[in-house]
Each structure stands twice: as structure tokens, then as C-alpha cells.
């Protein structure tokens, strides 16, 4: 009797290895790399059954997690909100309620020179115990005008370099229990910030809650026909108002928006300027990018098109 995680294709038998078997296979033979089988499976169309379009973006996700430096996910140095020790409590309240963030770095003269961070909850918690919360739940000012420098509220948060592998910033992050990271250049200055949301975003695509706010038009026409798309519009409203079929196709069942049937038609997410082909007609051109998500794209109708949804072309394609 042939070995079942061994066996090929019987050309007698007409059968060819079961998903069971891949993964044994997997893990069994130590000849063959662990990433190169499972892109393989990943790549076969006979697996469609077993494995979703959502899981097929989310597994060649992690297998390109490891390509991903700090630099890649960080926030720039440019968008940090953050607050002085010199702050009273009152202002970075107000910073809280505007910024809507859970966590803010605070430094002591300059971003340069960080001493940690206040998560939202240690800071209310301080204020209650002070009774610097009224009844009606407003701030006391008389309780609110101590700096941040007085209180005992900071938290460590770690200090990594730029070219640190994303995966390897996400094992520290859970091994020291702390969701905020520092991202300090070779003259020791901050160069940017890393949450531990940005790195499970690369994975899952990216996570809204309750306070991201949509603003203005997702979408627009073009002089020429074509549409401006935000990644964030709803599949359904666009079909509305372009009058394209697209929620009808087999890779848009496990998605609501353009951005996430762009990323699942091609497998990842795609790079600034590559092209995605949905059918034989439409064409989806990425206009912005980074390593988490696609944030805009540009749709037209494209002469002959030439093979089926999924189809990708492009400087970057193939990566």
C-alpha cells in the first residue's frame, strides 16, 4: 500500500492527496520548506473548497509578515499624538476626547524624549480616585490642573529600531503585555510609533471601531468614465451609482468593501500602481497603498480584458 502522505496523483486511481494529507506532509518531511507547501496549497485551485478567499489573504499574510520591518507598519514621527509631563490633567482629557486614541506617549522636552504613556483607563481611574470627576460626570477643575508630571500614572512602553521584523515586535508586544512601541533611529531620536493593531492589521486587514469616522465622498467620476474609489466604500453603493456588477461575483461573498475584494482578488494586498483584474471588462488600478491595506483605488472598464478575476499586472506584481 502506497503512502498516503507521500502519494501523488494516480493516474490509475484517478485521486490525488487530500488537504489531511498536505498538512501531514508538512510536517512529516524535513527535506521540503513549511512555507513553500503551504504557498503551494495556497496556489491550488482544487483547494478552493477547503480553504476561503479570506483565508487564502489571511494566510499569504503571514507568510509575508516576515518581509515586514517596524518601519513598514510604524507611524511616522509627523502623526504622533502625544503629551507633555508639563500637561495638566484637564488638557490631556481633551487630548483624549480628540485624538481618540486609548494610549498617548508622553515625553518630557521633546518627542526625543519619551517617558512612557497613559493608557485612558489608569487615567480616569486616577481622576475618579481624586474625586476630580462631578456627579455629572464633567472634570473638577480644581483637580484637573496637576501636570502629568505629578501623577503616578505612566506606563513603560518599549523601544525598538526601525528594521526589527514586524512578527518579532508582535512576539515582544505580547510577552511584555504592552500594545505601544517607540520606534527609535541609530541617534537614539523617536522616528515613528508601532501599535500592536497596526501589526494584527497586517494580517486581518484593517480594524474600525466605533469612533472612525467616514468623511466626504468615497467615490467620484471621472472626465474620462472611470471612478476614484476610496478601499473603504461599500460594494453595493458603488454598483448604485457606476451601474457595475459586483457583489454578484464569487470573490465578493466574503467582503462589503472595494478595498477588501481588491485584496482578495489578488490574494494580498496589492502595491501602489499594480493592476487587478476583476473580469473581462473591469479593471481595478491600486492609486494608494501601504503594507496593511489598500486606501484607494481607480475602476474603469478595460477593452477585451483577457482571462478571469484575479488576473494582476503591474511594477510590483508578483512580490
Known amino acids: 500500500m502506497s503512502d498516503p502522505v507521500s502519494r501523488q496523483r494516480d493516474p490509475l486511481r484517478g485521486e490525488k492527496p487530500s488537504l489531511f494529507d498536505r498538512l501531514r506532509s508538512i510536517f512529516v518531511r524535513e527535506e521540503n520548506s513549511v512555507r513553500g507547501d503551504i504557498e503551494g496549497a495556497l496556489e491550488d485551485d482544487s483547494l478552493a473548497s477547503d480553504i476561503s478567499?479570506?483565508?487564502?489573504?489571511?494566510?499569504?499574510?503571514?507568510?509575508?509578515?516576515?518581509?515586514?520591518?517596524?518601519?513598514?507598519v510604524m507611524v511616522t514621527r509627523g502623526d504622533i499624538v502625544a503629551v507633555s509631563l508639563d500637561d495638566s490633567l484637564a488638557s490631556v482629557?481633551?487630548?483624549?476626547?480628540?485624538?481618540?486614541?486609548?494610549?498617548?506617549?508622553?515625553?518630557?522636552?521633546?518627542?526625543?524624549?519619551?517617558?512612557?504613556?497613559?493608557?485612558?483607563?489608569?487615567?480616569?481611574?486616577?481622576?475618579?480616585?481624586r474625586n476630580g470627576v462631578t456627579e455629572q460626570g464633567g472634570l473638577d477643575a480644581s483637580?484637573?490642573?496637576?501636570?502629568?508630571?505629578?501623577?503616578?500614572?505612566?506606563?513603560p512602553v518599549l523601544f525598538v529600531p526601525p528594521s526589527m521584523p514586524a512578527l518579532e515586535l508582535l512576539v515582544k508586544m505580547q510577552a511584555a503585555r504592552t500594545h505601544m512601541a517607540l520606534v527609535?533611529?541609530?541617534?537614539?531620536?523617536?522616528?515613528?510609533?508601532?501599535?500592536?493593531?497596526d501589526i494584527v492589521e497586517l494580517i486581518v486587514g484593517e480594524i474600525e471601531d466605533e469612533h472612525d469616522a467616514v468623511e466626504g465622498p468615497l467615490f467620484s467620476r471621472t472626465e474620462e468614465g472611470a471612478w476614484v474609489v476610496d478601499a473603504r466604500a461599500e460594494l453595493e453603493e458603488l454598483e448604485q451609482a457606476s451601474g457595475v456588477s459586483l457583489s454578484n461575483n464569487p470573490e465578493a461573498e466574503a467582503v462589503e468593501t472595494i478595498g477588501g475584494l481588491v485584496t482578495m482578488i489578488a490574494g494580498r494586498v496589492p502595491a501602489k500602481?499594480?493592476?487587478?483584474?476583476?473580469?473581462?471588462?473591469?479593471?481595478?488600478?491600486?492609486?494608494?497603498?501601504?503594507?496593511?491595506?489598500?486606501?484607494?483605488?481607480l475602476m474603469r472598464h478595460v477593452a477585451?480584458?483577457?482571462?478571469?478575476?484575479?488576473?494582476?499586472?503591474?511594477?510590483?506584481?508578483?512580490?
Open 53 to 72: 478567499p479570506q483565508e487564502r489573504a489571511m494566510l499569504r499574510n503571514v507568510l509575508n509578515l516576515h518581509e515586514l520591518r517596524v518601519s513598514d
Open 93 to 129: 482629557a481633551e487630548m483624549f476626547r480628540t485624538a481618540g486614541h486609548s494610549r498617548l506617549p508622553v515625553y518630557a522636552d521633546s518627542l526625543d524624549d519619551p517617558r512612557g504613556m497613559i493608557h485612558i483607563r489608569d487615567f480616569f481611574n486616577y481622576l475618579s480616585a
Open 143 to 155: 483637580r484637573t490642573a496637576e501636570s502629568v508630571g505629578e501623577t503616578n500614572i505612566l506606563r
Open 184 to 197: 527609535i533611529d541609530e541617534y537614539g531620536g523617536t522616528d515613528g510609533l508601532a501599535s500592536i493593531e
Open 304 to 319: 477585451g480584458g483577457g482571462g478571469g478575476g484575479g488576473a494582476i499586472s503591474g511594477d510590483a506584481a508578483g512580490r
Open 273 to 297: 500602481g499594480e493592476r487587478v483584474l476583476f473580469d473581462a471588462t473591469v479593471e481595478f488600478e491600486v492609486l494608494d497603498a501601504d503594507p496593511r491595506r489598500v486606501k484607494r483605488v
